[in-house]
């Protein structure tokens, strides 16, 4: 947490302290409940993982935003309770849903969010404020998250208790953006769900962007999202088309960012991964064909685009191995990241693993670099190796698909017979871009 956070014992009034149940401790419900407590709740972080719990119970985090150091003081604090019992929920008064929404399918498989809501219908209470921060197709929080808790609880949404959607923005390993310096879209189902919905992340975060109904907050997740996975295709695109024509996409990129208004950069790479970009911008294409019977177009292109990259990589470390008279079968090839994205371990639909999966299928010998990555996709034949001189050295080819901070370059550009920079992290005679 930022040394500029509150000491915390603000929120106390008549020695209660409130009570605010964050369901979902994974990368966005554990900060969220860091900085909850780091404001003076008393938080509830409840999860059905036994497993996690136990290890956040005994101070350990999994999340590189929340150093193991955080943990342990809000445990010591007393404002902090990781817990797999439901029943430790009882008399919240905010609840936040932090649950994973993934596709199942191909459609939006919304079961976590359909089973917190139906926990927390057993312990909601009158006065008492529900918020969906999951990301979701719009319509979510009105029409599926109010019914459960209504049903559950015999209480009515915007009656008796609050209801609202706020849309997380956190971006893991971001350590110039942590969550709570970005402005949070803030909604409710009416306007006293959307001053209690306020009321509360104006307590957490710098500030707050009130919108009129989830159901804007929702698209607005899913228009950034889709934001970010179109225009990373459309520069993945060109960056494809480039190398056949022998031009630097990057120094095209560089060049257009010297424009003041109407560009905006996204650079090529080996594909999307995490939790968002392969599945949200379906949430949203899925909602308007089931909902007006419309394709929409722009999300299908794009994923097709950045779905063929980890191929697209593949095929470009057979040109580099085959330029050296070298066949991709048994080559030793050495991968610099799994995880999806600079400094974080989050290797969820990683396109390294896709990469790893193609380079074995063609009988490579596939080692890979990543500290950052502990539950691991990847498959068991990808030897898990330190980034030594020694690796680089050996290696045949070496290939940065997630530019970590913490990789040593210099070395690796010195040692390796022949690099292939997926993020254009360093340069060198021996190495080629995307
Ligand atoms: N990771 C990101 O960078 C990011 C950013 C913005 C928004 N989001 C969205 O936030 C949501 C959560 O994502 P995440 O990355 O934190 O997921 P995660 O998988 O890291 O964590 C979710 C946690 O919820 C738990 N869970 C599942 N069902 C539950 C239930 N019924 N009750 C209690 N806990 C339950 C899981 O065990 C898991 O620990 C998703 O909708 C995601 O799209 C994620």
Known sequence: MSPADPAGDTLETNGRRPTLVVEGQGYVGLPLAMRASACGYRVVGHDLDEHRIKELVNG??????VSDVDLQDALDSGRYLPTVDARDCAGFDVALITVPTPLKEG??????????????????????????????????????????LEEGSGLIAGTDFSLGYSPERIDPGNRAHPFWTTPKVVSGIDAASLAATDQLYSKLVSETVRVSSPKVAELTKLLENTFRHVNIALVNEIAMFASDLDIDVWEAVDAASTKPFGFMPFTPGPGVGGHCLPIDPSYLSWRVMRSLGRSFRFVELANDVNSHMPDYVVTRIAHSLNRRRKAVNGSRVLLLGLAYKPNTGDDRMSPATVVAQRLLASGAEVRACDTHVVEDHVDVRVARVELTSEEVSAADLVVILTDHDDFDYEMVVAEAAAVLDARHRVRGPDVEYL
């Open 60 to 65: 350990r985090s999994f999340v590189e935003d």
């Open 107 to 148: 459609a939006p498989d919304l079961s976590c969010i359909r089973q917190a809501a139906t926990t927390l219908a057993r312990f909601l209470q009158p006065g008492a404020t529900v918020v969906l921060e999951s990301t979701t197709y719009p319509g979510t929080t009105e029409d599926i998250v109010g019914p459960i």
